[in-house]
């Protein structure tokens, strides 16, 4: 079945720092992808996709490349305001699975002044 | 702003007892699909209604059950209820058929059952 894997938290950066969280699916065919983010005590915000490989979603500062030799959707944000800590989900869906998304576990982001 | 809208936002209830959970999907879409998120986890797949139908279920018992009305609104309900059922209820509305087919979410509802 579909599954994601993302990096275990959590992270604690200072402003200014480079972030990575690495992503990778197990899924048939060609599933978009999805980075969520979800601010403490709020539900979920999409933050960017990608729905083909090579495709690259950006939104905010933050970007990720849907590498689909490498099956990985890794999230970048080269430099991190306070106001990024958050949890972020990797997600992915297929149409043939009526794009339900499959969620990996999170990766909760702190980011210091 | 997602244009879907959740209630209760919270609610507390013992357990054995019923809950319903409403939800308003965004203007156009007629997909709605509901996760259970319990702390600390990511979200998971109960189940989806397209057209008032029910569309796909994830691995949640029958006494997790739902309906779409005809304007797509939807309510989760869940029956006998267990302490292990507390968690963030999220609701989520898509347009099937477009490209890329985003979905996007509500604030949730926080049900803790004691």
């Known amino acids: 079945g579909d599954s994601v894997t993302q990096m275990e938290g959590p992270v604690t950066l200072s402003e200014e720092a480079f972030l990575t969280i690495n992503c990778t699916y197990t899924?048939?065919?060609?599933?978009?992808l999805f980075w969520y983010v979800q601010y403490p005590g709020e539900g979920l915000q999409l933050l960017l996709k990608?729905?083909?490989?090579?495709d690259k979603g950006s939104n905010k500062g933050f970007e990720a490349t849907y590498r689909k030799e490498t099956t990985s959707f890794h999230l970048e944000k080269g430099s991190v305001q306070v106001s990024d800590s958050a949890v972020y989900f990797c997600a992915l869906s297929r149409p043939s699975n009526d794009y339900k998304l499959s969620f990996g576990a999170g990766t909760t982001v702190t980011v210091r002044a | 702003e997602t244009g879907v809208t959740q209630s209760p936002t919270h609610l507390i209830k013992t357990r054995g007892q019923q809950v319903t959970l409403r939800c308003s999907s965004q203007s156009g879409h007629n997909t709605v699909s509901w996760y259970q998120q319990a702390l600390g986890q990511g979200p998971q797949f109960i189940f989806q209604y397209y057209r008032e139908e029910e569309n796909g279920r994830g691995n949640f018992p029958p006494r997790f059950s739902g309906l779409q009305f005809p304007n797509y609104s939807s309510e989760l309900n869940v029956n006998a209820l267990e302490l292990d059922d507390s968690a963030l209820y999220l609701c989520?509305?898509?347009?099937?058929?477009?490209?890329?087919?985003?979905?996007?979410f509500g604030e949730g509802s926080w049900l803790t059952v004691v």
């Open positions: 899924a048939t065919g060609y599933p978009s």
């Open positions: 990608a729905t083909k490989a090579d």
């Open positions: 989520a509305s898509s347009l099937q058929g477009s490209s890329g087919n985003t979905i996007y």
